[in-house]
Structure formats: structure tokens, C-alpha cells
């Protein structure tokens, strides 16, 4: 079955840019999508199809995906970005979900 | 606005049955394919199963497979989850969640949880 591998955790100063990974064999031939969450509420989609933004996800909320790492971009990391993300692929019609990140913003 | 609200959920002994239920508004259910996905406590998401539109086409994750069954009423924009043999493991807020195109979790109810003790 298809495995995806992020870090546990990613730390990150106020102001400076959080890269998030997320790690499967020829991920770059899959559309990735990022959710946030936070504690005691639902996912949120921050990210779909590699580098797509939903409509109200802050513009510092970007996406990258080529060969075998995706990766999700934080400009500008406010402490209200701090949540646990996810990303997400799709592999013979099941979703697969990377074990999540906790981003901390110290 | 798009609305997904989760209701079913509690404690159940291990082995027993609980049916889940998700009533969706704000949208044209009936176009949208739905999914269930579960979060143990402290734990991170699982996917557990997919349905099209018309219920044409369903799957599950392997984890389910035999003892869950999702379902759908148009009629009254209501997505359902039938569990069956549940386990100790079973145990986690799950969540109802609309998917776009086969592709992306655009919106997520809630959760409701469910716990499976003796």
C-alpha cells in the first residue's frame, strides 16, 4: 500500500518561512492536498492539487510537488498558523494521509 | 453555506452496532461524492470510505472492509455509516467530508465520537 512520511514535528521563528514535507515514491505523479488542523476542530483545506489555494487560505499558504516530495510553504509563520497538517493523495481508490506535522511557531 | 453535522455517535461495548449519520446542507448533495473519515484521540486521520454520487460507486479502506457500510439518501441530504463488529480500535471522532472531483476534502463536519468499551 502506498505510504506517506512527514516529520513529526517543524519549528519555526515568527516572521520566517515553515517548509512542511511530505515524502512517497513518485508523489510528484499525484495531486497532493494540505489540510490544517487545530486543537479540537475539523481539518481545514489549505492547499489542493499541489499548489492551489481555497478561497479565503492566506496567499502566504503555498504548495510544491515534484518527484518524490511535496511540500507545503508558510511565509510570514504567525502564531496562528500553529496546527498539526496533513497531506493527502489519492492511490487506487484510497486516500492516503501523511501522519501529520505539528508546526510550532516560537 | 455549506453545512455537514455529524450525529450517532457514543459508547458502545465491543462487538456491537452504531449507525452514523451526517445531514448536509448549504449545497446539492446529490451531486457530491462523500466520504467518512475517523481521527482517534491524539492520533492522526484515517480514511475509511468513499461514495459517488447516485451511490454508483463505493469503496472502503481495508481496515472496514466486511464490517462498515456507508450509504446515502438523497431525498433527505443524508450520508450514513453502518458499523458493525466494532473493536476497542474502532474508537475516534469521525467525520462526514465532501470531496471534490475524486481529489480534495473541501468540507468537513464537525466529527462525532465514538467509543468502543466494555
Known amino acids: 500500500s502506498y505510504e506517506l512520511t512527514q516529520p513529526l514535528s517543524v519549528s519555526v521563528a515568527p516572521g520566517q518561512t515553515a517548509r512542511i514535507i511530505c515524502e512517497g515514491n513518485n508523489i510528484g505523479r499525484k495531486n497532493v492536498h494540505w489540510y490544517q488542523q487545530k486543537p479540537g476542530q475539523a481539518p481545514l483545506l489549505v492547499i489542493h492539487r499541489d499548489s492551489n489555494r481555497p478561497s479565503g487560505i492566506p496567499e502566504r499558504f503555498s504548495g510544491s510537488n515534484s518527484g518524490n516530495t511535496a511540500t507545503l510553504t508558510i511565509s510570514w509563520a504567525q502564531a496562528g498558523d500553529e496546527a498539526d497538517y496533513y497531506c493527502?493523495?489519492?492511490?487506487?481508490?484510497?486516500?492516503?494521509f501523511g501522519g501529520g506535522t505539528r508546526l510550532t511557531v516560537l | 453555506e455549506v453545512q455537514l453535522v455529524e450525529s450517532g455517535g457514543g459508547i458502545v461495548q465491543p462487538g456491537g452496532s452504531l449507525r452514523l449519520s451526517c445531514a448536509a446542507s448549504g449545497f446539492s448533495f446529490s451531486v457530491y461524492e462523500m466520504n467518512w473519515i475517523r481521527q482517534a484521540p491524539g492520533k492522526g486521520l484515517e480514511w475509511l470510505s468513499y461514495i459517488s454520487e447516485r451511490s454508483t460507486t463505493i469503496y472502503y479502506a481495508d481496515s472496514v472492509k466486511g464490517r462498515f457500510t456507508i450509504s446515502r439518501d438523497d431525498a433527505k441530504n443524508s450520508l450514513f455509516l453502518q458499523m458493525n463488529s466494532l473493536r476497542v480500535e474502532d474508537t475516534a471522532f469521525y467525520y462526514c467530508?465532501?470531496?471534490?472531483?475524486?481529489?480534495?476534502?473541501?468540507?468537513w463536519g464537525q466529527g462525532t465520537l465514538v467509543t468502543v468499551s466494555s
Open positions: 493527502h493523495v489519492w492511490d487506487s481508490h484510497t486516500a492516503v
Open positions: 467530508v465532501r470531496v471534490i472531483s475524486g481529489n480534495h476534502f473541501d468540507h
